[in-house]
Nanobody, 120 residues
Framework: QVQLVESGGGLVQPGGSLRLSCAAS????????MGWYRQAPGKQRELVAD???????VYADSVKGRFSISRDNAKKSVYLQMNSLKPEDTAVYYC??????????????WGQGTQVTVSS
């Protein structure tokens, strides 16, 4: 059973930066995608960025050029560097693991979420 533990959220001013971290425990199979999603009150949860086990990346248009996702497979961790933060980035950010297990089925795991608030 995989668990995800997130850290790094907080309160920052517009234009500031935060770095989110997510560490996974348990067995991580080679076929996997780790990503960050966010959800603001009253809004749909949306993809922020994904990164595959081979480090291919996808970003939402709204964060492209400002956010950077990375991973450390040895540490079973994924990171989200957030720069030039805007008030509209305010949301709860969730780490997600999508993993193809040994039986050929996808398993999904979510972190508990960490609050990011961008406000002056």
């Amino acid at each position: 059973q995989v668990q995800l533990v997130e850290s790094g959220g907080g309160l920052v001013q517009p234009g500031g930066s935060l770095r989110l971290s997510c560490a996974a425990s348990g067995t991580i199979f080679s076929g996997n995608i780790m990503g960050w999603y966010r959800q603001a009150p009253g809004k749909q949860r949306e993809l922020v960025a994904d990164i595959t086990s081979g480090s291919s990346k996808v970003y939402a248009d709204s964060v492209k050029g400002r956010f950077s996702i990375s991973r450390d497979n040895a540490k079973k961790s994924v990171y989200l560097q957030m720069n030039s933060l805007k008030p509209e980035d305010t949301a709860v950010y969730y780490c997600k693991l999508s993993m193809l297990n040994s039986r050929g089925r996808w398993d999904y795991y979510w972190g508990q979420g960490t609050q990011v608030t961008v406000s002056s």
